[in-house]
Nanobody
Framework: QVQLVESGGGLVQPGDSLTLSCQGS?????????VGWFRQAPGKGREGVSCLSSIDSVTYSANSVKGRFTMSRGSDKNTVYLRMNSLKPEDTAVYYC??????????????????WGQGTQVTVSS
């Protein structure tokens, strides 16, 4: 089965940048999968951040991150990135990557993704 592992989180100052990575494993490349980044802030529900279709068209981008966050796939076809610029304290959350063998109808819904990583903590604080 596909396994996902996130990395790259940490403590940063407002205005800083971070790049999160999501590495796939389990014998199947993430190439051909729809992928998404989700986040969950303390005391809040899990929300969609950014999603890509199996052919890398942007299917969702949260209003709160538009113009600041960018998703991409690595050249090895088994890694997904989230480049985060101009980070704000309200971006503080556990960030999760997720994958689906097909592009969900409503790509921002966590329930439509089959595979999930364990999350990586991003803390933005002065």
């Amino acid at each position: 089965q596909v396994q996902l592992v996130e990395s790259g989180g940490g403590l940063v100052q407002p205005g800083d940048s971070l790049t999160l990575s999501c590495q796939g494993s389990g014998g199947s490349s993430l190439d051909g999968y729809a992928v998404g980044w989700f986040r969950q802030a303390p005391g809040k529900g899990r929300e969609g951040v950014s999603c890509l279709s199996s052919i890398d068209s942007v299917t969702y981008s949260a209003n709160s991150v538009k113009g600041r966050f960018t998703m991409s796939r690595g050249s090895d076809k088994n890694t997904v990135y989230l480049r985060m610029n101009s980070l704000k304290p309200e971006d503080t959350a556990v960030y999760y990557c997720a994958a689906s063998p097909s592009t969900p109808w409503r790509t921002y819904l966590p329930s439509l993704y089959r595979y999930w990583g364990q999350g990586t903590q991003v803390t933005v604080s002065s």
